[in-house]
């Protein structure tokens, strides 16, 4: 566990290791979660399919494509919640690859059209 007060930034870094630099990270979603079995139900969205969705999150730069850096403030869950839970999914994609996911950046889904 990482310990950190209510408000206070909370950074974070994911690297791939891995020995072909042609290789590059992408976040799609990073989710927490009051427990650690379930991410759906009552859950939070900081990014969803690559949307930025809590506005304290920021990124970092970094010299390496394989590495992403990011943060956001730390939160407490309804009901005075002491633990949050963190699931994140990455993509590791070929880098310069423009149609790969990593260079679709953010994706909205489009809302179906109800029928008569």
Known sequence: PYHV???????????????DPSLELFLDTC???PT???????????????CVKDPTYS?????????????????QF???NPEVY??????????FDYSSRCHQGCVQR???????
Request: glycine share 2%; net charge positive.
């Open 5 to 19: 007060s209510i408000n206070q930034n909370l950074y974070l870094e994911a690297s791939l290791h891995s020995s």
């Open 31 to 33: 989710v927490a979660s």
């Open 36 to 50: 650690h079995q379930n991410f759906t139900t009552g859950s939070y969205a900081i990014i969803k399919n690559g």
């Open 59 to 75: 990124s970092y730069y970094s010299p390496y494509r394989h590495t992403l850096r990011f943060k956001f403030n730390a939160f």
């Open 78 to 80: 309804i009901r005075s």
């Open 86 to 95: 963190l699931q994140c999914e990455l993509v590791v994609c070929r880098a």
């Open 110 to 116: 489009s809302k179906r059209e109800a029928s008569s």
